[in-house]
């Protein structure tokens, strides 16, 4: 079974701009979380979406959005962006909201210039 | 609030030693779950275990074991023979039950020399 995908793999972006990062959870997986990972720290939380609704947001300024589509795939969208933006953006699915384990895939390399 | 401390930042050890990463938690919970994963250069997270907080047993597999001690609020792994294939970053996160949102620690960078 395919695991997690996303696209793209890296991305080059100028200060201001606006990027669309896209995600497909693996099989079944209703749920799917982006996280943010600026080097040298572990990933953080940015949101997760569950059955399409928001489910849970982490400390992030209102230029960062994001959504999922009926066949449970997602978005994320950073709007006016900045140079402290540049960082490797993760996402994971798993099958619901709850107890579950999430499962990552390989990530988009974005860059601020 | 949750916090997860990993107090090293880069471990260096030679192919066939034993490493130890280190890993403190805090949380307000009672229960919650303790996680490792992999990243090695390609950025890619790799799952390597989940653990509830009301099962303290030590886990074995393979070269890799864990030890879980609730009183210290640490959940510690062990690479036994180090491999060079074993060099990347590791992190431990928590989860609190009902959630599946991850809270990580800053990572340790192993490096397994030749």
């Known amino acids: 079974d395919a695991g997690v995908t996303q696209s793209p793999t890296h991305l080059i972006k100028t200060r201001g701009q606006h990027v669309t990062l896209r995600c497909s959870p693996i099989?079944?997986?209703?749920?799917v979380s982006w996280y943010q990972q600026v080097l040298g720290q572990g990933p953080q939380f940015i949101f997760q979406?569950?059955?399409?609704?928001?489910?849970g947001r982490g400390n992030f300024p209102d230029r960062f959005s994001a959504r999922q589509f009926p066949n449970y795939s997602s978005e994320l969208n950073v709007n006016a962006l900045l140079l402290g933006d540049s960082a490797l953006y993760l996402c994971?699915?798993?099958?619901?909201?709850?107890?579950?384990?999430?499962?990552f895939g390989p990530g988009t390399r974005l860059t601020v210039t | 609030a949750q916090k997860v401390t990993q107090a090293q930042t880069e471990i260096s050890v030679v192919e066939k030693e034993d490493v130890t990463l280190d890993c403190v938690y805090e949380?307000?919970?009672?229960?919650?779950?303790l996680f490792w994963y992999k990243q090695p250069p390609s950025g890619e997270l790799v799952f390597l275990i989940r653990?509830?907080?009301?099962?303290?047993q030590n886990e074995i597999s393979g070269r890799y074991s864990w030890n879980f001690q609730k009183s210290t609020s640490s959940f510690n792994f062990t690479i036994t023979a180090s491999q060079v294939v074993d060099s990347a970053v590791y992190f431990c996160?928590?989860?609190?039950?009902?959630?599946?949102?991850?809270?990580f620690g800053k990572g340790t960078m192993l490096l397994v020399s030749p």
């Open positions: 653990r509830n907080s009301f099962d303290e």
């Open positions: 949380t307000r919970d009672t229960t919650y779950y």
């Open positions: 979406y569950y059955e399409k609704e928001e489910r």
């Open positions: 099989s079944g997986h209703k749920s």
């Open positions: 994971a699915s798993s099958p619901g909201q709850g107890d579950y384990e999430q499962y």
């Open positions: 996160a928590l989860s609190a039950s009902g959630y599946s949102t991850l809270t």
